[in-house]
Nanobody
C-alpha cells in the first residue's frame, strides 16, 4: 500500500478558496483512481470526488459539483482538490484515498473501494 499525505487545509472565510494536495510517499500508479472523502463532526464520512486512472474521468458529489475541481499530476505523484466558493457546510476533515486496482471511478464510488488512506487535513469555513 502506498502512504498518502494530505496538505493544504486551514481556516477560510465563506466564499473563499483552498487547494488540497494528496501526495504519495511511494508512487501512486497513474492507472489507479484517487478519491477525496470528508467527515464532519458527528457525521459519516462521505465521498467528495474521484478521479480515474488513465482517462482522468472525474466524479463529484452533488454538494460540491461546480465548486470543486479534482486533478492529478502523475509526474509529481500528487492529486489536487481545488475548492472554490467554500461554504460553512464544507467544514470537515478531508481524506484522500487510493487502491492500486481500483482504476475507474463511478458516480457511486465508496470508501470500501479504497485501502490506502491519508491521515486527513482539517478544513474550516467560518467568518
Amino acid at each position: 500500500q502506498v502512504q498518502l499525505v494530505e496538505s493544504g487545509g486551514g481556516l477560510v472565510q465563506p466564499g473563499g478558496s483552498l487547494r488540497l494536495s494528496c501526495t504519495g510517499s511511494g508512487a501512486i500508479p497513474d492507472y489507479s483512481a484517487v478519491a477525496w472523502f470528508r467527515q464532519a463532526p458527528g457525521k459519516e464520512r462521505e465521498g467528495v470526488s474521484c478521479i480515474s486512472g488513465g482517462s482522468g474521468i472525474t466524479h463529484y458529489s452533488n454538494s460540491v459539483k461546480g465548486r470543486f475541481t479534482l486533478s492529478r499530476d502523475n509526474a509529481k505523484n500528487t492529486v489536487y482538490l481545488q475548492m472554490n466558493s467554500l461554504k460553512p457546510e464544507d467544514t470537515a476533515v478531508y481524506y484522500c484515498a487510493t487502491e492500486r486496482l481500483y482504476t475507474l471511478c463511478t458516480e457511486h464510488f465508496d470508501e470500501v473501494d479504497f485501502d490506502s488512506w491519508g491521515q486527513g487535513t482539517q478544513v474550516t469555513v467560518s467568518s
